[in-house]
């Protein structure tokens, strides 16, 4: 899984997918785009990093459907 990590973190520019905060290989997650619970799958192009802050606050949700308010969107920024 590791190695998967390093990939998603290089293919972003070391960035959260969702809110673009920098992350590095022990402050982010790897996460579903949809989630296995509604159909996903393991697959690397359902794979995304997210900060750990998103991946809190993305749960169970489609990374489509996280829909966050402002106020939501500025304390992931925190």
């Known amino acids: 899984m590791s190695n998967i990590k390093e990939n998603l973190l290089k293919n ?3 960035k959260c997918f969702n809110c673009g905060c920098d992350v590095s290989f022990s402050n982010s997650s790897i996460d579903h785009i949809i989630p296995l619970s509604k159909g996903g799958t393991n697959n690397e192009d359902n794979l ?3 900060c ?3 991946n ?3 749960a169970d949700k489609i990374l489509n459907s996280m829909n966050m308010s402002p106020l939501t ?3 992931v920024k925190l």
């Open 52 to 54: 750990n802050k998103c």
């Open 12 to 14: 972003n520019n070391y």
């Open 48 to 50: 995304v990093l997210l």
């Open 56 to 58: 809190i606050l993305k």
């Open 73 to 75: 969107s500025s304390a």
